[in-house]
Nanobody
Framework: QLQLVESGGGLVQPGGSLRLSCAAS????????IGWFRQAPGKEREGVSC????????FYADSVKGRFTISRDNAKNTVYLQMNSLKPEDTAVYYC?????????????????WGQGTQVTVSS
């Protein structure tokens, strides 16, 4: 059974950092693109970042470019999201999701397996 589990969320002050982890079980990440999404209260779930499995290409939403970095460690079957210079508007539940066939997609519906999410709160 495909399963994704996020961890690493928490409360952090503005300007601080967090590293989220997305651990996969029941399948190997080698053949999947992994995306990070977030959903703030009252808002739609939005794409944050994605990393392909074909060549490691990465993609970022404009709102997080230069602050967030996505990476993958296939040996650990884990994808990470390093978040620096956090802002209050980054507050949301963060989800990771897997998409087959190597390549990223901007469409949520292309991602078939989702984790349960981890809360990130940026506040002083």
């Amino acid at each position: 059974q495909l399963q994704l589990v996020e961890s690493g969320g928490g409360l952090v002050q503005p300007g601080g950092s967090l590293r989220l982890s997305c651990a996969a079980s029941g399948f190997t990440l080698d053949y999947y693109a992994i995306g990070w999404f977030r959903q703030a209260p009252g808002k739609e779930r939005e794409g944050v970042s994605c990393i392909s499995s074909s060549d490691g290409s990465t993609f970022y939403a404009d709102s997080v470019k230069g602050r967030f970095t996505i990476s993958r460690d296939n040996a650990k079957n884990t994808v990470y999201l390093q978040m620096n210079s956090l802002k209050p508007e980054d507050t949301a539940v963060y989800y990771c999701a897997a998409k087959g066939y190597y390549y990223c997609s901007p469409l949520k519906r292309d991602f078939g397996s989702w984790g349960q999410g981890t809360q990130v709160t940026v506040s002083s």
